[in-house]
Nanobody, 126 residues
């Protein structure tokens, strides 16, 4: 089954940028998977950040990241990215990559995604 590994997290200051990556392995048809980024801060539930579907259509959590974060995918490298600009302390969280195949999922609902990475920590200091 598909395996996901995130990278690119770190400690940055408010206003800085980071680019997260998620590499998929053990998959022959990465282009068939809808891919998403979610995050979970300490003491909070996992939160939807952004999703890119098999047609490269994107959906964002408008309330928290729209206009600052950009999700993209490179099917030739089995990879998705999350470009995060103008980072804020409230963006501090563990960021998870997720995948689901097929049409029956809800972009904003982590329970509808089948595969998850181990997460990468993003810490934004004020």
């Amino acid at each position: 089954q598909i395996q996901l590994v995130e990278s690119g997290g770190g400690l940055v200051q408010a206003g800085d940028s980071l680019r997260l990556s998620c590499k998929a392995s053990s998959v022959r048809t990465f282009s068939f998977y809808n891919m998403g980024w979610f995050r979970q801060a300490v003491g909070k539930e996992r939160e939807f950040v952004a999703v890119i579907n098999v047609s490269d259509e994107t959906t964002y959590n408008d309330d928290s990241v729209k206009g600052r974060f950009t999700i993209s995918r490179d099917n030739t490298k089995n990879t998705i990215h999350l470009q995060m600009n103008s980072l804020k302390p409230e963006d501090t969280a563990v960021y998870y990559c997720a995948a689901v195949r097929g049409r029956y999922y809800t972009p904003s609902d982590p329970k509808t995604f089948d595969y998850w990475g181990q997460g990468t920590q993003v810490t934004v200091s004020s």
